[in-house]
């Protein structure tokens, strides 16, 4: 539980104890969670002063075990009171030090109305604060995960299915009205399938599948295949009820043979599980549709028709017709209007169904049209959990900017009228940099990482001369060798060089060495000087990861790499826990990734989290320079939407903009009020 709570929100849960712990223990338990780089708030604190020394203890150990796994030091921990509770500070050194934290958390606390930045406690970068939390708002988390109208990451759906787990029959009564993304619906309908059935739970699932597409769906969570259909699924053998309930949700929609059709190949698969003959005379409608789909006779779908008239050149029937699905035609009017289509006329029946279009697909439409020929190249993520990014050249046709400025014009007022019907915000303040971090749409391949970001996301770093590039992993199978590289550029995209297990050291970098066998684990580090980089007209530090032994990362038990700042690279251990700015988990099913790149100009590290395909006979920085290369240019240049938009259109629509922090009512920033930080607020309240 605590784990959950203390890696989404920063919180923890600890009821009052018995009493007894001393000011010594205290101000160690304290020491050893400043050495991972945390500081307890004040309520915090006050609720550990409750504690006996033996909860303290337990206490001190669960949250060490959690927090070190969020910086990676769980791999390298070493307490600093390997006796605690017994063990002993001086008494005067322990005072001094509770003191020091008294005055750490009121600075912190005033900085929150103030403009200094935080200030680190002695010596390296600034503490995170843990807060004391409680049990409705950690249930809270279900319900936001549940409420997301976007894809969740790999680890929202390890959560969901624990809350799932743990909650059974009682996760309902947390679950909101509607469960707006389908592959969401899939996931809680599965897990309370198989973790709360009952008649009740049976009916619950059951209404809630309003296409064919959403029995399918959920048929693949049960089997724990893929929900985005991306890629097929195994369907496993299901027991007599769970068929029964999937081929009456498919007889109550009624004539599932088009949106079937869709899916073909799922289905037949699928259907070898369900034997539909059993109810050929129950349900002949759904016997028809899978007969047809087994004989090569499954109807023409919505899309064949679209397709079959714009081969014909008939570009306004083909938009007409798509009115009918109004996502589909949003997501097609470029295409359209590129076509030949009457603009005036199109963009018509775009604006009448504007307001029936989700949330995340006008915002994206809405970024589209915005930055609509600003860039030479395209980057794409295509659906699915494969975390790799496509780029290429955009050769699309340029569109008259008046289309343009009226296609975005009809995305902000559909927005806006949406936002309206929301509770007020009063006054509110955007911090300026919001504008350079990306609304959380897609994360269905998002890595688990220290700070969650969304990939394009630019976050500025600390003002520091040195950075430790850090990677982590242990052997899969057999063998496995995973290297650490940076790659140069300058602000031409120029490549320079790149520091790697094959060229140890050049323009201020050093490598650690190679290592090429981690049975029990082995780290490798790159060491960076910022000021030396910048002399040498550096500007871009590409960071990848390349499995030399091509083992795909999902297959390893454990990869994960990172930075730290660090003031003098000679001082401390190689690896300190509280000097660690950003970790990333490594878990996808590539053998090249691209974690982040540091953007020595701006002083800022782009988010990337993505993979790098090809093949090439010896996997490392040279051999795939080409995709980092491109990818670099693709991710600067990204234009998916930010987050200043968004809380810019529901200022607009429910509050009004100030310049003054001091005179706002709600305050979206980075260290307070409504965190890029918190994504799953931003889509529960904002999406």
């Not at 890629?231 to 949700?249: C, G, N, Q, V």
């Not at 050769?395 to 509770?423: D, M, S, T």
């Not at 690896?575 to 982040?596: G, K």
């Amino acid at each position: 539980m605590n784990g959950i709570y203390l890696r989404r929100l920063g919180k923890f849960l600890l009821q009052p104890g018995d009493g007894g712990a001393s000011a010594v223990q205290l101000a160690m338990a304290q020491r050893e969670l400043e050495r991972l780089g945390f500081v307890l708030s004040a309520a915090a604190y006050q609720r550990l002063q409750t504690q006996s020394a033996e909860q303290l203890a337990r206490c001190l150990r669960e949250l060490c075990r959690h927090l070190a796994r969020t910086t990676g030091a769980h791999r390298e921990h070493r307490p600093l009171f390997p006796d605690f509770p017994l063990g002993s500070m001086r008494a005067g050194a322990a005072e001094l030090y509770a003191r020091a934290l008294d005055h750490y958390r009121t600075l912190l606390h005033d900085r929150r109305n103030a403009t200094e930045p935080a200030m680190p406690l002695r010596r390296g970068k600034a503490l995170r604060e843990i807060e004391l939390g409680d049990l409705d708002e950690f249930e809270r988390i279900l319900t936001g995960l549940t409420a997301s109208p976007t894809s969740l990451s790999q680890q929202d759906r390890e959560d969901l299915q624990w809350f799932l787990a743990q909650y059974r029959h009682r996760a309902l009564a947390l679950l909101p009205a509607t469960i707006p993304f389908k592959e969401t619906l899939a996931l809680v309908g599965a897990g309370l399938l198989r973790h709360a059935r009952d008649p009740a739970t049976e009916r619950f699932v059951s209404e809630r599948l309003a296409t064919a597409t959403d029995v399918l769906r959920l048929a693949a969570a049960w089997s724990e295949g893929d929900v985005s259909l991306a890629a097929p699924t195994r369907f496993r053998p299901m027991p007599r009820w769970l068929r029964r309930l999937l081929l009456e949700s498919l007889h109550r929609i009624g004539d599932p043979g088009e949106d079937m059709a869709r899916w073909k190949e799922r289905w037949k698969r699928l259907g070898e599980r369900l034997h539909p003959g059993d109810y050929r005379e129950r349900m002949p409608d759904v016997w028809a549709a899978f007969d047809g789909l087994r004989r090569g006779r499954a109807p023409s779908g919505f899309n064949a028709v679209v397709e079959r008239e714009l081969l014909a050149g008939r570009i306004d029937r083909a938009a007409s017709h798509l009115s009918g699905r109004p996502g589909e035609l949003a997501r097609r009017l470029d295409h359209l209007l590129r076509l030949g289509a009457d603009a005036d006329a199109t963009l018509q029946r775009f604006r009448d169904v504007a307001a029936q279009v989700s949330t995340p697909v006008l915002l994206q439409l809405l970024s589209h049209f915005r930055h609509r020929g600003q860039s030479a190249l395209r980057v794409f993520f295509p659906k699915g959990d494969l975390a790799r990014a496509w780029a290429t050249f955009d050769r699309r046709e340029p569109l008259p900017p008046a289309v343009i400025e009226a296609a975005v014009a009809i995305c902000r007022q559909a927005l806006i009228a949406r936002f309206a019907a929301r509770a007020p915000l009063g006054a509110c303040y955007i911090d300026p940099a919001l504008a350079t971090l990306r609304t959380p749409l897609a994360q269905r391949s998002a890595s688990r990482a220290l700070r969650t970001l969304t990939r394009g996301s630019r976050l500025a770093f600390a003002d520091t001369r040195y950075i430790r590039l850090f990677l982590w992993w242990t052997n899969g199978n057999s063998r496995t060798d995973i290297d650490l590289s940076a790659t140069l550029f300058d602000g031409e995209y120029r490549f320079l060089d790149a520091i790697a297990y094959y060229n140890l050291r050049n323009y201020g970098g050093h490598h650690s060495g190679d290592i090429v066998d981690a049975p029990r684990g082995a780290a490798e580090f790159i060491d960076l000087d910022l000021e030396r980089l910048r002399q040498l007209s550096v500007r871009f530090v590409v960071v990848s990861v390349h499995s030399f032994t091509e083992q795909p990362y999902c297959d390893l038990p454990e990869c994960f790499a990172g930075w730290m700042s660090r003031s003098d690279l000679d001082s401390g251990e190689p690896f300190e826990a509280r000097t660690v700015e950003d970790r990333i988990d490594l878990a996808s099913r590539q053998n090249s990734c691209l974690p982040f790149i540091l953007d020595l100009e701006q002083r800022a590290v782009l988010w990337t989290d993505a993979g790098i395909g090809g093949a090439p006979r010896w996997n490392n920085a040279a051999n795939q320079l080409s995709g980092v290369s491109l990818l670099l240019r693709a991710m600067v240049d990204c234009a998916t939407p930010d987050l200043a938009t968004l809380f810019e259109l529901h200022a607009h629509a429910r509050g009004r903009l100030v310049d003054d922090r001091a005179l706002a009512d709600t305050v979206f920033a980075p260290d307070g009020g409504v965190s890029p930080f918190e994504p799953d607020r931003i889509r529960a309240e904002y999406l």
